[in-house]
């Protein structure tokens, strides 16, 4: 071999060896911005749920003022005492607590401490245990929502914020004789939407989601998992069949809000439904989550092998034995998985239920189909539109019931997945 090859050789070797070099760099930047968009995903992540959180947490506490309560009896007639004067009863006793406020104006800001939910709350008790009448009882009544900010910190301790100088030194003195305490916030689970944020609750969004989200499942799931039977296993493949699968894979895609427009014009103009009912609710969802149950359930169907039916067919099974023996319970934990996963889907969902009216002020819980109703992200965003900065904090505590609730059920499909799916 000359020198020439030689040359040429090691030209060559040394061109190969530089591209090597600039791929292997490129594969490591490659790797390096991968993991760097993985750790900016996961900083916004933390960033988002610390806010949430940071915000949020509070709203699970409530600032409640120690009352002595002389229920009156002159005030709480034996045949009246449902529409009798409860919150005459708060106020004597804020006026006894501070007996050195004389002037009306100075009286009004005392009883600004207490919130107006004190006197339902007595109202409750005497309603409970009519021998309360005539005796005199120290109750835990909720506090005004500017009163628990101010305990929480969210409220500065000055003359110009929102209570003036004679009003801190009320509450100086409430917190002295250890009449100020905060403890867990019961009222946001145990009532319905209020105009008051301390006496805001989910319970009423809660049972009408509960309510949407059960008509829709009992709807979409038998009908999605029946479509995908006969889609896949019973219907002929051909220009109809296509025309089909094409129109389902759009109807997916198809943004939320188009569904509550059709809900609207159908489900209530054409066929006089309720308003802001989990009936309407439910059927808008139903028809939206539809398409996502379809479509995972023939993923389901196709992933079982086509062996299991040859086999038995072979063995004298009809087809729809085989679909329903057979075929069906290998499909079920991936038919689950994409119900429960449109499921979550539909929880999360607010512009359609907009549409057809959800958005109503609710403060009743609830009981049937039919009854006036919201949803949780209804009542999210009805809260976020609020101007008290009480409900900032119930918004977000709200937010954080709602991602429980999706996250459970994303577990959910989860742990169905795992433990019922076969590798074939």
Known sequence: MNENSIDNLCS??????????????????????????????????VILFGDILSKGLPAF????????IFFDPDLLPADNLESADYNALVKSSCRKLFSEVKDRRSKRSLY???????????????????????????????????????????????????????QLGWIEKLEHDGRL????????????????????????????TILTLALTLLLSFPIGIGAAIY???????GRFSDFLEVNINNLAAVPSIIFGLLGLGVFINFFGLPRSAPLVGGLVLALMTLPTIIISSRAAIKAVPPSIREAALGLGASPVQVVFHH???????GMLTGT?????????????????????????????????????????????????RAFSERTSAAIIVLLIFLILMNASAVFLRRKFERRW
């Open 61 to 68: 506490s409530q600032t409640r003022i120690k009352l002595s």
């Open 12 to 45: 060559v070797t040394d061109t190969v060896r530089n591209g090597l070099a600039r791929r292997y760099r490129a594969e490591k930047r490659f790797r390096w911005f991968g993991v760097c968009a993985i750790f900016l995903s996961l900083l916004f992540l």
């Open 340 to 388: 429960i996963i449109g499921m979550a889907r539909a929880l999360g969902e607010t512009a359609p239920l907009l549409m057809v009216g959800m958005v109503a002020f609710i403060v009743d819980i609830p009981k049937s189909f039919s009854a006036a109703a919201t949803v949780l992200p209804v009542q999210i965003y009805l809260w976020a539109d609020s101007p008290e």
């Open 327 to 333: 075929v069906l319970p290998l499909a079920m934990p």
């Open 231 to 237: 889609l896949e296993e019973f219907l002929k493949k």
């Open 112 to 166: 600004k401490l207490v919130s107006e939910g004190a006197a339902y709350e007595l109202r409750k008790k005497v309603l409970q245990n009519h021998n309360l009448i005539g005796t005199t009882r120290d109750f835990w009544l909720i506090a005004d929502d500017e009163l628990d900010m101010l305990m929480k910190g969210k409220i500065l301790r000055d003359s110009t914020g929102r209570y003036n100088q004679q």
């Open 181 to 208: 305490r905060r403890q867990f916030n019961f009222t946001f689970f145990s009532s319905g939407d209020s105009r008051d944020p301390e006496l805001a609750g989910i319970l009423g969004a809660l049972s009408g």
